[in-house]
């Protein structure tokens, strides 16, 4: 018996022009490149100019997508775009980027999870094209943080990077074996929002009429994040029977090195499967994961056939993970 798959046709990124490294932040705050580098893993990360906004990268990297793909505008007939930073507070990121593209049909929105927003958006796409209901997704992570930090403060200003990455996925019939299937084969998204406090902007239309700043408690979000990414993983395995030692490529959150490293260490995950690129985009919060799936499938390590698992952690709380075969 046939099942439904969501499977991944292709995927692209974009990113802003102007590259910042830990030695030009440490011009302008109390900071170094070994300091950066010793507590995080990040050497340099891509900020946003004036005239590059979510909905631009985001859109420059679904065209991308859609030409590693094969297919056309035409063919989409589902966008969810992950941002917790619009250009708008309405219209949606997702319906301006439908209309660039010229697509006037089908469903298009905003998934706001922050970082674990791709994750999220994908296990959204996947309900509706395993359901019937849609054919081709486009799904789409894009920040640009840079907008919302608070440049005097070297605790956050040093770990946020701009981006996009895009994935297009379509419903394709498998044979119904999770062992051999294409495509996304389960998806876990989790939320505890009694911790959103701990990572937050400090604005928002309804309250103060600003979007205010990024603030951040990085002792708290590093002790949750190794137990929370090792929840849905966890899970994950248990849903499809797989373990650590199956995975092609752990594509984690690229939050901090260090994270990652503890989180892999917690889960038996071989260092040599871990997808890392925090060193040269920072934390760009929802277009993290694809955008190291990009650079990950643009250098030949992702082929058909992979066992790929992606996870995020991000303020909410918020976790999610996805695992697919390529």
């Keep these: 018996m046939t099942v439904k798959r969501s499977v991944v046709l292709g995927i692209g990124s974009a990113l802003p022009k102007r590259v910042v490294t830990n030695a030009e932040l440490a011009q302008t705050v109390d900071t170094s490149d070994e300091w950066i580098v010793q507590r995080t893993g990040i050497r340099q990360r891509y900020i ?17 997508a859609l030409k590693n793909a094969g297919k056309t505008p035409a063919d989409i007939d589902l966008i969810i775009v992950a941002t917790t930073t619009p250009d708008l507070t309405f219209p949606s990121t997702a319906t301006q980027i439908q209309s660039r593209l010229g697509i006037f049909h089908g469903a298009a929105f905003d998934v706001q999870a922050v970082c674990s927003g791709f994750v999220y958006g994908v296990a959204i796409a996947d309900k509706f094209l395993s359901s019937g209901s849609h054919k081709c997704a486009l799904v789409i992570g894009v920040d ?15 770990l946020f990077g701009d981006g996009a990455g895009a994935m297009v ?6 044979p119904g074996d999770v062992k051999t299937d294409r495509g996304v084969l389960t998806t876990h998204i989790r939320s505890d929002g009694r911790h959103g406090p701990k990572l937050c902007a ?3 239309p309804s309250s103060t009429g600003s979007v205010g700043v990024l603030t951040m408690e990085g002792k708290e979000v590093f002790r949750h994040a190794v137990g929370m990414i090792t929840d849905v993983i966890e899970d994950a395995y248990k849903a499809t029977g797989f373990t650590s030692e199956d995975l092609t490529w752990f594509v984690p959150h690229q939050a901090n090195k260090r994270i990652i490293d503890s989180s892999a260490d917690k889960l038996g995950i071989a260092a040599h499967k871990v997808v890392i690129t925090v ?6 919060s929802a277009a993290s994961i694809p ?4 650079v990950a499938y643009d250098d030949g390590r992702i082929k058909r056939g992979d066992l790929v698992m992606l996870e995020a952690m991000g303020g909410g709380f918020t976790w999610a993970s996805a695992l697919l075969r390529w």
């Design 144 to 158: 640009t943080l840079s907008r919302i930090l608070n440049w005097e403060d070297r605790t956050t200003c040093v």
């Design 48 to 64: 946003a100019g004036e005239n590059e906004t979510s909905s631009t990268l985001g859109l420059a990297a679904a065209e991308a």
């Design 291 to 294: 955008l190291a799936l990009s």
């Design 169 to 174: 996925v379509e419903a394709q019939d498998q």
């Design 202 to 204: 400090t604005g928002g």
């Design 279 to 284: 060193d040269r985009h920072g934390n760009t």
